[in-house]
């Protein structure tokens, strides 16, 4: 049977040190009440931690109470939430553990607000077909004082999670939230300043939680590189955005794709192993930036291969983590036969 062979190995970028190469990406609990973190948050994020994660990233933060996704998701707008955010990270230290959070704005995505915002008035029905109780509102379009204090929300949260002892931060830029929209001609018809340079919030927005970050600590940012709805962008201006974003001051991206409504077949690519790894591959030649990869990669030998292309750094293990919090510890024993893969990278 093949070796493991890059997957255990340690990385680095500034003064974050991993003792592996693989990221528990953000993914949503929806157990959060006022935006509070809670013994769920710490069971399921600190079992990781024991189960050795080189990297966990926590849960879409949001920076506003009508940022959320859900009226369940986590908050960090009060310093009551970042103190019980710190419960969590500190038991994560204590496994030898590192953990980012990630901070964002679901914008026009928000369910279950009364105040739904967005950069312009387009209202978002994406699941509403598969998921008919999903009733998104048309979203108030942002003034440019609002947008202002939206980019100051994000500054201060980063500096809550600063003070937490958070190890990285994770500007949440994906996936059809409120920086895409203002990034996606498709969702972004704004005539002012913020239409013309659809990238301008979300550089203002790194630069501000940039500001308030210690400059030896990494900023990730995490991109859709492709829309995978009906006339969406594509790679090109994905590598445009991750240019841009890393000029704004990003340490590492987090690449992914889709987010902005109902799959187009014909723009979509198809649901394999390893099927956005041609967008980190894309990403990391315009940027040189260290690279997170993900994508129905929990076979431990596929995530070894697509360390050992150099298409990524760093590999996110979403389902596998969901599934098994001690995946990693199972790879030495891996039951998994090794194949070649090189034809979902084509």
Request: charged residues 20%; aromatic residues 8%.
């Amino acid at each position: 049977m093949a070796k493991i062979a890059y997957i255990n190995t340690p990385f680095k970028v500034k003064n974050l040190s991993l003792k592996n190469r693989i990221v528990m990406p953000p993914m949503c609990q929806y157990q959060a009440k006022d935006g509070l973190a809670n013994d769920w948050h710490f069971v399921h994020y600190v079992s990781r931690a024991v189960g050795g994660v080189g990297l966990i990233i926590l849960e879409m933060t949001n920076i506003a109470p009508n940022g959320r996704i859900s009226p369940n998701c986590l908050g960090l707008w009060n310093d009551e939430q970042r103190d019980q955010l710190k419960r969590i990270v500190d038991a994560v230290h204590a496994q030898e553990g590192k953990i980012a959070i990630q901070i964002a704005h679901a914008g026009r995505k928000a369910l279950g607000e009364s105040d739904v915002v967005s950069c312009s008035p387009i209202r978002y029905d994406g699941n509403v077909e598969a998921n008919p109780k999903w009733q998104y509102q048309t979203p108030r379009e942002l003034t440019k004082s609002e947008i202002a204090d939206i980019i100051e929300k994000f500054k201060q949260s980063t500096k809550r999670a600063v003070e937490a002892g958070f190890d990285a931060i994770e500007i949440h830029g994906a996936h059809g939230y409120l920086i895409h929209q203002f990034s996606s001609s498709k969702t972004n018809i704004r005539t002012d300043e913020y239409g013309k340079d659809k990238l301008l919030f979300g550089e203002q927005v790194i630069k501000a939680a940039k500001s308030v970050m210690p400059k030896d600590m990494p900023l990730i940012v995490r991109l859709s590189a492709q829309e995978y709805g009906t006339n969406g962008y594509d790679i090109n201006y994905g590598c445009q955005i991750a240019k841009r974003f890393a000029q704004a001051g990003a340490d590492v991206l987090d690449v992914s794709g889709g987010g902005d409504g109902q799959l187009d077949p014909k723009h979509t690519p198809l649901f394999h192993a390893g099927y956005q790894v041609y967008l980190a591959r894309a990403i990391r030649k315009v940027t040189n930036l260290p690279i997170i990869t993900v994508g129905m990669l929990e076979d431990p030998y596929l995530a070894d291969y697509v360390l050992s292309t150099g298409d990524a750094d760093l590999v996110a293990i979403g389902r596998g983590l969901l599934k098994d919090p001690y995946w990693p510890l199972r790879i030495p024993a891996s039951p998994f036969i090794p194949t070649s893969y090189q034809v979902a990278f084509k």
